[in-house]
């Protein structure tokens, strides 16, 4: 088995976690900047997150053979308060001709308020300024739907934004049709007890298909595994799904979006 884990918060895992993604066949890791598990009180703070993001984490990633890429931006999370969504805004740009920055993410939204959305915006405006890739952060503990419906306005009404340079995750059975059908591609978060269980991840492959779909495994600081992909992948194997199937939506399809920033290189 090969895959690609392509949102997997690293720095909330140890070493060993590394070890077992790569014995599991994963070829490379890509980590969305998040939340630290608090919020932080300064743009200093996201400073050194982002350091951390492109400078530590692959070194440390590279010792278990696995290449590590990342995503920057200001969390939904700690994205009520303006001023400081427009100082980490400010950093940003400095960061991403780095060489394992792929792009925006994941921006999006938490509680569905006006300021998020208003970050989400300032977000959307820097990736299309810049031409980077979007991966978008659907919410969890407000309403999915309705936080799903502001994202692809905020998306669509920026007529310089293209669908298919767009993740948006976390999608569920109530979401996904609505994102497939915008032209945009849905991720998969997978978590053991929670939001999209490995089971529930196939359900929605078989009853929407797996063009322009990828599972990810979060590894977040929350209760998540970090071998959620490979697991999802035996789950289709015991229904019946071929090798093929399995490898074109847990290692191509990833390569598939992933490739479009030219960052994004496997070692031959």
């Keep these: 088995m090969r895959y690609i884990e392509p949102h997997g918060h690293m720095v909330s895992l140890v070493t060993d976690d590394y070890l077992d993604m790569a014995t599991a066949g994963c070829q490379a890791v890509c980590e969305p900047a998040f939340w630290a598990g608090f919020d932080r009180s300064s743009a200093d703070g996201f400073h050194d997150y982002f350091c951390q993001l492109t400078e530590h984490e692959p070194k440390r990633a590279a010792r278990f053979g696995l290449p590590h890429f990342c995503w920057l931006c200001i969390n939904p999370k700690e994205s009520e308060d303006i001023a400081l969504a427009d100082d980490v805004l400010a ?3 400095k960061f991403l001709d780095r060489p394992t920055v792929l792009g925006i993410g994941e921006i999006g939204l938490n509680k569905n308020s006006r300021n998020e959305v208003k970050v989400l915006e300032k977000h959307v405006d820097l990736a299309a300024r810049e031409q980077q890739l979007i991966l978008v952060h659907t919410p969890h503990l407000e309403d999915k739907l309705k ?5 692809l ?8 934004i293209r669908p298919e340079r767009c993740i948006i995750d976390h999608v569920e059975e109530h979401t996904v049709r609505r994102v497939l059908d915008a032209g945009f591609w849905a991720g998969m978060t997978l978590y053991p007890e929670s939001k999209c269980t490995s089971a529930r991840a196939v359900d929605i492959v078989e009853m929407y298909g797996a063009e322009r779909v990828w599972m990810n495994s979060a590894c977040d600081w929350g209760v998540s595994v970090p071998l959620a992909v490979p697991y999802a992948a035996l789950e289709m194997r015991r229904r019946g799904h071929s090798a093929e199937a399995v490898d074109r939506l847990i290692y191509q399809n990833p390569i598939r979006f992933l490739s479009q920033c030219p960052k994004f290189k496997l070692p031959a």
């Design 147 to 151: 936080g799903t419906r502001l994202i």
């Design 153 to 160: 306005d905020v998306l669509q009404s920026d007529s310089r």
């Design 91 to 93: 950093l940003i740009p």
